[in-house]
């Protein structure tokens, strides 16, 4: 499922003195199977767009008491929305948004701090029974298999832990329960929200890695909100900058953290590859890297043998 | 003086009739006025330092001393008003709705007199940096800011010992640098003593000396840079190298004369000075 947005705006609070316009023109494509990044800075509306796409956050128009705005005379309508996400039209009142909802995962921050049940299967297997639709039936060997293959993904052994309570889990395992929760039901995109965070460094590598597997065979498209260059510039085929409701940015990573001046211009950070880039540039050494480590090693190895040009 | 002194101690979490040692026999001390750094992975016993230190959990076995007092059940309070801990989540430590509500509250449970607690807010909220947020709404800050106001609200108690339990690991970077800076601008201006848990190399920087500890034992001491360098080390605590260890360990197999840094500078300069090196001969 391809993921189009165009013109979508969000104000929370609206019509209040609180009013807090998050989004301003979001306009956005994620084609289906990518591993797409969003970046920028607390407050810059990455949440907020991330939130709209399986509609915890609807566009106006598709809600049921939506009216539309009168206009002066004279005044030009304000651009339309467009938001889809694959064959879902999410400005629309009539769309099924149930259907849309169990195939588009949504991993929040800090997802154990959702655990509820009283084992881990149960725990798991509760959005597979949500998203059952009415007069469907799920057997218990259904669900078994079901939970037992997230388990397995998030690399869990269904036997070993099926039956403990969530809570008596350490930190990382709690967190791939959580995740193991959302993606028992396949959604085709999975959206998470810094899944990375708070976690030492170790906990992220192995975070990361666990992304990469269910990438591909399990959910097609993966979506990340990160603070962290590093994991985007590694992980990531494409990534988007927002700031201040709007998307500043959007390339590939080795395109993106060209902009060095840029993305530090807004008050965020760069990779360390693309540090050390700028540090070898001012020495005269020009590196055309892609800004993971690999890439970045490979090129300075790569000079060094072939000597300097 | 030490500021806090571990003699021994031991401490053990015991679940279902089993006892797991989490600290073990662990010595060390902290000089009054140093800023000491405490890394290790998760459950390597970092966090139950921290409770220890401040009596949230007793020991086994042992001595805990703070400042000369014995940490016992008859010096507890008294300790308590010496040793002050920020925790990691800054929704968990905030009390009241409005900033100066929520940092006078513990001067307020120790019975200051009124004024006095005005001059401690004023001290409190300046050594943060959030002097203008005075009154603002503690729901509507950020989580940077938040831990700010959690972090006046224990200087207020005038702390000599303040103990950072991976106090930024919930923060975006702007939150944790925020954070990392007030409690190194704490240490130089205000003469307090800093604990530092973390598990963010660049935050381990700013301490003059780091500790690794391991399944409750110290295993490796000794200035940041130096303990940063023995990557190999690192990796058998389950640490994991920070990225620009890994760059300089990849670019050494490589045949490339450079010596294990963490500054950005640092590594350019060597790399530029082998390459060109290399062409000149």
């Given amino acids: 499922m391809r993921i189009v947005c165009e013109n979508l705006s969000y104000t929370y609070n609206a019509g209040s003195p609180f009013a807090v316009k998050a989004l301003d023109g979001v306009s956005l494509t994620v084609e289906e199977g990518e591993f797409f990044g969003i970046i920028g800075h607390t ?28 206009l002066k005379k004279g005044e030009v309508p304000p ?3 467009v938001l889809r996400v694959g064959e879902y039209d999410l400005t629309d009142k009539k769309t099924d948004f149930f259907a849309l909802r169990k195939r588009v995962g949504m991993v929040f921050q800090y997802p154990e701090h959702q655990l509820f049940a009283e084992t881990v ?46 809570f008596d889990l350490s930190g990382g395992q709690k967190r791939r329960v959580a995740i193991a929760g959302v993606i028992v039901t396949k959604p085709e995109i999975l959206v998470l929200d810094e899944p990375a965070a708070g976690l030492d460094p170790l906990g992220k590598q192995e975070i990361m890695e666990l992304l990469h597997r269910i990438h591909g065979d399990w959910c097609k498209t993966v979506v990340i909100v990160s603070h962290d260059m590093d994991e985007i510039a590694e992980h990531c085929t494409r990534a988007a900058v927002f700031s201040e409701g709007k998307v500043v940015m959007c390339a590939p990573p080795k395109e993106l953290f060209r902009e060095a001046e840029t993305l530090l211009s807004l008050g965020l950070d760069i990779p360390l590859t693309a540090k050390l880039c700028r540090a070898l540039k001012e020495r005269g050494i020009d590196l055309d890297c892609d800004f993971t480590l690999e890439d970045f090693t490979a090129k300075v190895l790569a000079l060094k043998r072939g000597g300097m040009a | 003086m030490h500021a806090i002194e571990f003699e021994n101690v031991d401490f053990a979490y015991s679940e279902e009739g089993k006892r797991e040692f989490c600290i073990k026999g662990l010595n060390f001390a902290v000089e009054e006025g140093e ?12 966090s139950t330092l921290a409770r220890l230190s401040n009596g949230i959990l007793v020991p086994d076995g042992g001595k805990i001393t703070v400042f000369d007092t014995p940490l016992d059940d008859k010096h507890l309070f008294d300790v308590r008003k010496q040793v002050g801990v920020v925790f990691q989540n800054p929704d968990n430590q905030t009390v009241a709705s409005i900033v100066e509500d929520d940092v006078a509250f513990g001067a307020e449970n120790v019975a200051l007199p009124r004024e006095e607690i005005g001059r401690r807010i004023d001290f409190a909220l300046q050594a943060v940096g959030m002097e203008e947020y005075r009154h603002a709404t503690v729901a509507r800050l950020s989580g940077g800011q938040k831990q700010r106001i959690a972090i006046a609200g224990v200087l207020a108690l005038k702390p000599r010992l ?33 604990i530092l848990i973390t598990h963010f190399m660049e935050e381990a920087l700013l301490a003059d000396r780091a500790i690794v500890l391991n399944k409750g034992e110290i295993v490796m001491e000794g200035a940041p840079k130096d303990i940063f360098a023995r990557h190999e080390e690192l990796l058998t605590y389950n640490l994991t190298l920070p990225r620009i260890g890994t760059i300089c360990k990849t670019l050494r197999e490589g045949g490339m004369s450079v010596t294990d840094t963490l ?13 060109k090196g290399g062409n000149a001969s």
């Fill in chain 1, 43 to 70: 407050g810059s509306g990455k949440s907020t767009f991330v939130q709209h796409l399986n509609a915890l956050l609807r566009v106006p128009s598709s809600l049921k008491k939506y009216k539309p705005k009168k």
């Fill in chain 1, 79 to 81: 651009p339309a929305p």
């Fill in chain 1, 121 to 166: 299967e149960k725990d798991v297997a509760f959005g597979l029974k949500n998203f059952l639709k009415k007069g469907e039936k799920l057997s218990d060997e259904e669900r078994k298999v079901a939970v037992s293959d997230a388990l397995k993904t998030v690399g869990l052994d269904y036997d070993e832990v099926a039956e403990k309570s969530p």
């Fill in chain 2, 35 to 46: 800023f000491v750094a405490v890394l290790g992975h998760n459950g390597s016993g970092k």
């Fill in chain 2, 162 to 194: 303040m103990i950072f339990d991976e106090a930024t690991a919930m923060l975006d970077p702007k939150g944790r640098r925020e954070i990392a800076a007030v409690a190194k601008r704490l240490n130089e201006e205000e003469n307090i003593t800093v």
């Fill in chain 2, 263 to 275: 500054d950005t500078d640092l590594l350019a300069d060597e790399i530029a000075r082998d390459l």
